[in-house]
């Protein structure tokens, strides 16, 4: 399942880990699912994700440095969400993280495996996920590893005792950016709008 990565590229801006880890079949089935998934969504946010502002499986993997601030919500055993940010890596085409085993998230998500997760960086763009969230073991969390090692400079396993690691398998999922003509537009109105406020 995890096989065939691309080679990692660092971004020289941000020190991170920039590059496609996705063979073509997932990426596939990384498209597959935006296009169910918008086929799924509300008028109201169909009407904001428009076609050409969509983003495709390869752009979003494309875009997405490693590591992302994903913001992530769990839900208590009372039905209340929490919300909290987590190191999000895109790798095959999911979201996965790490965090402390005995953090009030990893044992919402052992009780109760529904999560949603957003990337939000700025104004204009989106990527959004609903799923379940799953603890991973073997070769696919020697992978992530592997892969965080390489993003950190030194393993998950010295952040501390009883590590877990999360992959997020996602139910429902969809991306859009604003063009650079609609984002020049947005900031110019924003602008506009702070001066007759000030």
């Known amino acids: 399942m995890l096989d065939r990565p691309y080679p990692q590229t660092v971004s020289a801006s941000h020190g991170r880990v920039l590059g496609v880890h996705e063979t073509p079949a997932e990426l596939a089935a990384l498209q597959s699912l935006l296009d169910r998934s ?5 008028e109201h946010l169909r009407s904001i994700m428009a ?19 994903l913001n992530l919500a769990t839900v208590t055993r009372r039905g209340e969400p ?18 402390a085993g005995d953090s009030p998230k990893a044992v919402q998500i052992a009780a109760r495996p529904a999560v949603s997760a957003s990337y939000t960086p700025r104004d204009g763009y989106g990527i959004f996920c609903h ?19 390489t993003v950190y400079g030194r ?9 877990v690691y999360v992959r997020i398998d996602a139910t429902w999922l969809v991306g859009f950016a604003f ?14 709008l702070s001066g007759r406020l000030g």
Do not use: K
């Open 38 to 42: 918008f086929t799924r969504s509300s």
């Open 51 to 69: 076609p050409e502002r969509r983003l495709t499986a390869e752009q979003i993997v494309a875009d997405v440095p490693s590591p992302a601030v």
């Open 82 to 99: 929490r919300l909290s940010a987590v190191d999000g890596h895109l790798l095959h085409g999911r979201w996965y993280f790490t965090t």
């Open 131 to 149: 799923g379940a969230a799953a603890l991973i073991d073997g070769d696919e969390r020697q992978q992530l590893i592997d892969h965080c090692t």
């Open 155 to 163: 393993s998950p396993e010295t952040f501390g005792e009883g590590v």
């Open 179 to 192: 063009s650079e003509q609609e984002m020049a537009a947005f900031l110019n109105e924003r602008e506009e």
